[in-house]
């Protein structure tokens, strides 16, 4: 069934179909454990139509609609930027892990010695 189907659904149907699905999946894994199983698929299947079922109660629950939003909830989503985008670039960043002491040459010896130490 299409995640869409479980919404037009009311919580009793839910629920009934639910139990339904657990108890499929239950026959299906003990025909897996005695070697009748012949379709595998059959699991996967019945275990996402479960997790459907599942979400649906939920977004009831929370009064979800179809679309993803809140009823009342007016602005629009907006997408969360990545973090490479929300950190400010710093100097000498450019292709370098964030950590890393780009452009310094401490503890690189490099047998000329600094004016300090002379």
Same mark, same amino acid.
């Given at each position: 069934m299409a995640p869409s189907e479980y919404?037009?659904?009311? %919580?009793?149907?839910?629920?009934?179909?639910l139990v339904e699905s657990r108890k499929e999946?239950?026959?299906?894994?003990?025909?897996?454990? *005695?070697?009748q199983l012949d379709n595998t698929a059959r699991l996967g299947r019945v275990k996402?139509?479960?997790?459907?079922?599942? *979400?649906a109660l %939920?977004?009831?629950e929370l009064?979800? *609609?179809e679309t993803g939003r809140f009823p009342g909830a007016d602005a629009p989503a907006r997408p969360t930027p990545s973090r490479r985008?929300?950190?400010?670039a710093e100097a000498g960043d450019a292709g370098t892990d964030a950590g890393t002491?780009?452009? *310094?040459?401490?503890?690189?010896?490099?047998?000329?010695?600094?004016?300090e130490e002379a």
């Open positions: 919404a037009a659904m009311e %919580r009793s149907e839910l629920e009934d179909k999946l239950f026959n299906l894994r003990f025909q897996k454990a *005695t070697g996402k139509d479960a997790a459907r079922i599942l *979400t %939920r977004q009831q009064g979800i *609609t985008a929300a950190r400010p002491d780009a452009g *310094t040459d401490e503890g690189i010896d490099d047998g000329v010695e600094d004016e």
